[in-house]
């Protein structure tokens, strides 16, 4: 398995936000985004057999691992076999919305799946959505950074249109586009109040870990 880096922290987004967590972060996307935070994991990483991984991270003494990216599910047999070998750890795998993966979705505890706007240059599949909602929508939360109104229209109309109802739905600001946008987007919010105290279940929500740390590695 190719992968980039292993550190402790605590998770800075979405549900489990502020929870100790190991992150196993692998090499490798399908994806380029425009404003991804993670451009070095695109390539940057060494070879590591499963069990020297399972030992780096279980040094740290926590159980709850994220498997992020890069795109974690293009080793997706390496991570079977982590998951299969740990299965009395939690695990919560994050996924860019392209790829499909039944064996290895049922295994994890949580699925954080990004779903892109406009913004970034890049596309989810709907289908990919659409089929992880209808499935494991006890255990998935969709996310989708939003850097203008451009964004949060589109994310607008995938919620309504694939009806992603009662599962939490996680507006998060893009970090570059700064505080001032992160205050309107919480304002348009607001405004379609109609919308999501209802069956849609939609928050926005900071990346913790850059309030805390900004633009550093490893945290």
């Known amino acids: 398995m190719k992968v980039c880096e292993i550190f402790y922290s605590i998770e800075g987004e979405g549900l489990d936000m502020g929870k100790p ?6 090499s490798g996307c399908n994806l380029r985004c425009k404003w991804c935070d993670t451009k070095y994991a695109w390539s940057e990483g060494v070879d590591m057999p499963v069990d020297k991984i399972i030992d ?3 040094r740290y003494g926590c159980n709850n691992i994220s498997i992020t990216g890069g795109e974690p599910l293009l080793q997706a047999e390496e991570v079977y076999k982590l998951l299969d070998k740990c299965y009395n750890w939690s695990f919560q795998i994050n996924t860019n919305g392209t790829l499909f993966n039944k064996d290895i979705f049922d295994m994890v505890d949580l699925i954080t799946m990004d779903c892109k706007c406009p913004s970034s240059c890049e596309k989810s599949d709907l289908n990919v959505i659409k089929r992880t909602y209808a499935e494991y929508a006890g255990k998935v939360q969709f996310k989708f950074v939003i850097a203008n109104a451009v964004d949060y229209e ?5 919620i309504l249109t694939e009806e992603l109802k009662h ?3 996680i507006f998060q600001p ?14 348009l919010v607001k405004k379609d109040a109609y919308l999501w105290t209802g069956d849609y279940d939609v928050r926005v929500m900071l990346q913790l870990q850059k309030v805390i740390w900004g633009k550093r590695r490893g945290v």
């Open 174 to 187: 893009e970090w570059g586009s700064g505080m001032k946008w992160a205050r309107q987007l919480i304002e």
């Open 154 to 158: 589109y994310a607008t109309a995938v």
């Open 21 to 26: 967590y190991v992150f196993l972060r692998l």
């Open 56 to 58: 780096a991270i279980a």
């Open 167 to 169: 599962v939490p739905i």
